[in-house]
């Protein structure tokens, strides 16, 4: 479906042909036109199919200009979708002057007073429990609401908010939108929709799987001591443009973004316990090619939208199915092809049949690369440096230096050496990891939805473009090559109880 087809306000359209968007996704074109009829919503689709512009396009397309109260409120789980959320919105209204916030924890809240104060916006995106606060200190006034949206609210569920969440819905008045967007719908989250929301339509996209047919899922057995120096290998292989590697701990991202930085890659790893500065200055990073691998826990990289990752690295293998389905869905993405790797010592194998009988995916084996097949890799990123610096030229200055050594080498000597110092094997670097307590032992079952109780350990945790090829920190832009109405409640605060419309609009071809 066009855009045009949406009676979306000229301002929007413009802006969406500015985003260079030309058809809007099923969840866009099975959602919007609902939202602009006023209806409660509940949109479920996977990550990545477009639910930010589902829901922004209705809200900036209903805003009053006029009126200077806030009238649409978005919650999102993390500062980084937060952001990335108000980012987006501030895109698309960009020609109709809307005025965004974002508001989370982790920044000076004074700041944000001030700006709530001041700047009077008509869309505030922020994290639950600055909301709350932001609520409860009378600093964020919410009785104009005229929508609100949940954003991932199973990530939401997963990290422990739906309390403060439920706390943020009693403030808002009875007449109100509610959205709900989701990519899976637990009990709870039923529960949320069925208290706070008036006759919900649901808007369903159902995927034939759960992972994407482009990427190519592998995994390798290997003891716990032996990862790091295996991985290294199939970096050296594979030549990954932009790689996300995943560890289970806070204290495992900080050991192999250091460790992977002592053998020349360029790498940086995000966790909760990183200040907001640091985290968003890694992403920049990242976003921006001029780091090519990102380290995370699952809780840092929830809600991270980043384009053009080829690979995803499950160095350790996720307790929780749905994680992984989530870890690996951050390749594949825009028809293009991606790779995932995880690595399974041998009393992790149940966990990985549990992830295939949740996926209906198997995983292949992949062996490990050996010493030979690394330093074959290795040579070949190293003649893509040296041609990506002759390509570039600028090399005048260095040729008197280049003749006065070609009277005392030979031209094959000095390449070679050349090759020898842009290909230095990384091995020859120890690096030691420090080895994390086993998953207890689990025989292969059937997936429940109360698995993702297993490992949630960061409840709380607000936290957390184009890539280059591995160069050991050198230059050059390489071509990649693939390896193989109402919230439900009277105003005495009791609960309203009566039959609840559903209403469900399925979609199958996405």
């Known amino acids: 479906m066009k855009f045009e087809a949406l009676n979306l306000d000229p301002a929007l359209l413009e802006a969406v042909q500015s985003a260079g968007f030309e058809e809007a996704t099923p969840i866009q074109a099975g959602t919007i036109p609902l939202v602009m009829a006023g209806k409660d919503v509940i949109g479920q689709a996977q990550t990545g199919t477009g639910k930010t512009a589902a829901f922004a396009l209705p809200i900036l397309n209903n805003l009053d200009m006029k009126d200077e109260n806030v009238q649409a409120l978005i919650i999102s789980p993390t500062r980084e979708l937060a952001i990335q959320t108000q980012e987006e919105l501030y895109r698309l209204g960009q020609f109709k002057k809307a005025r965004i916030q974002v508001v989370y924890g982790g920044a000076d809240i004074r700041r944000q007073i001030r700006s709530l104060k001041h700047n009077h916006p008509q869309v505030v995106v922020g994290t639950p429990g600055r909301l709350l606060d932001l609520i409860n200190r009378n600093a964020l006034k919410i009785e104009h609401i ?8 199973d990530e939401m569920l997963d990290m422990g908010f739906i309390e403060d969440i439920e706390k943020i819905l009693t403030h808002v008045p009875n007449e109100h939108q509610t959205l709900l967007f989701s990519a899976t719908m637990p009990a709870p989250i039923m529960r949320i929709s069925e208290k706070f929301m ?7 996209i159902k995927s034939k799987e759960l992972t994407s047919d482009l990427i190519d899922q592998y995994y390798v057995r290997s003891k716990d001591f032996e990862k790091f120096d295996v991985m290294t290998r199939l970096f050296d292989v594979q030549n990954p443009e932009l790689a996300l590697v995943f560890g289970r701990t806070k204290r495992r991202v900080d050991e192999l973004a250091k460790g992977l930085q002592a053998r020349g890659y360029r790498a940086e790893g995000i966790h909760g316990d990183l200040t907001q500065q640091k985290r968003m200055s890694v992403l920049r990073q990242f976003k921006k090619g001029e780091l090519d691998i990102l380290v995370a826990t699952d809780v840092a990289a929830r809600g991270l939208d980043i ?14 199915p749905d994680s992984y389905v989530h870890r690996i869905g951050r390749t594949g993405r825009a028809g293009k092809s991606g790779m995932s790797v995880t690595f399974v010592t041998s009393n992790e194998m149940g966990y990985l049949k549990t992830i ?7 995983m292949r084996p992949l062996m490990p690369p050996t010493d030979k097949q690394a330093f074959k890799g290795q040579l070949k990123t190293a003649v893509e440096t040296i041609t990506a610096d002759l390509e570039a030229d600028g090399l005048d200055k260095y040729e008197a230096t280049a003749q006065e050594l070609l009277t005392q080498f030979s031209a094959e000597q000095l390449v070679a050496a050349y090759v020898k110092e842009v290909s230095k094997d990384s091995t020859d670097v120890p690096v030691k990891i420090t080895p994390e307590r ?73």
């Open 146 to 153: 005229r929508t609100l949206v949940l954003d991932e609210a």
């Open 198 to 204: 008036s006759k919900p339509e649901i808007v369903k």
């Open 356 to 362: 295939e009988q949740l996926t209906k995916k198997r």
């Open 307 to 320: 384009s053009g990752v080829t690979h995803v690295y499950n160095y350790d293998i996720p307790q929780d």
């Open 438 to 510: 086993p998953l207890p032992a689990r025989k292969a079952s059937h997936h429940r939805s109360s698995s993702r109780r297993g490992n949630n350990n960061h409840r709380r945790s607000n936290g957390g473009g184009n890539g280059k090829s591995f160069n050991r920190g050198g230059k050059g832009n390489y071509n990649h090559k693939k390896s193989n109405g109402g919230h439900g409640k009277s105003k005495d605060g009791h609960q309203k109880h009566g039959n609840r419309n559903f209403t469900i609009r399925t979609n199958t071809n996405a």
